[in-house]
């Protein structure tokens, strides 16, 4: 169970497009551009197809569903495909119900998972880059992306990512792609696909339904 569930929590990720990054020398413009989307957005909502890497099976375990998010720290991942599992943050609560088998979990006393928790929101927000001294960053560009990879310091955190790699297209400056590196074979990535900003999500989609 802590597996899976620690699994499905960090995110799982398909193979990276090729593409030409270059380190960003000035940073102004991307903060400037985080920051207004940030104080602009109250929600999102978008479809992920999820993929998980791992070294000993022969192939990817494929993943998909509906993803939600509600300032400040509301999270939904609702897997459809091939399997009912969903996992909701509200704050410091974590909820799941794994095809009707419910459980909660007290957040507040799991730094470990308040940390993932606080990545998760600050990346889908653009906020990566204030990460409070737990990341080392690069900030890269393409002609039709940015690319932030975090390297954490923390080695509570070293233990489970190697790095992260979050992914902002130039054109609405809103995360398309999350990579998570657990060590040099095993890796999870996210894409969002059809992303709706600021649509009206009513908090109860943050609980689970007895």
């Known amino acids: ?68 998010y509600k300032k400040p720290n509301k999270i939904r991942w609702e897997y459809t495909q091939p399997f009912s599992y969903i996992l909701i943050i509200n704050n410091d609560q974590l909820y799941i119900d794994d095809e009707g088998n419910q459980n909660e979990v007290d957040l507040g006393n799991n730094d470990m998972f308040k940390q993932i928790n606080k990545i998760i929101s600050d990346a889908l927000m653009g906020k990566v880059l204030e990460s409070n001294g737990q990341f080392q960053y690069i900030l890269e560009e393409s002609k039709k992306k940015y690319k932030i990879t975090l390297t954490p310091h ?30 040099e074979e095993d890796f999870t990535e996210i894409k969002f696909n059809n992303k709706k900003l600021n649509i009206n999500l009513k908090d109860a989609e943050f609980l689970l339904k007895g």
């Open 154 to 183: 923390e080695k509570s955190l070293e233990q489970y990512l190697r790095t992260i790699e979050v992914f902002f297209e130039k054109e609405d400056m809103i995360v398309s792609k999350v990579i998570m590196r657990e060590n």
């Open 1 to 68: 169970m802590k597996y899976k569930l620690l699994t499905l929590f960090l995110f799982s990720i398909p193979f990276l497009a090729v593409a030409q990054f270059t380190k960003v020398k000035d940073e102004s413009e991307f903060k400037q551009r985080t920051d207004e989307i940030n104080a602009a957005t109250n929600t999102m909502s978008s479809e992920f197809v999820q993929v998980k890497h791992l070294s000993f099976m022969s192939e990817p375990i494929l993943t998909e569903g509906r993803f939600r």
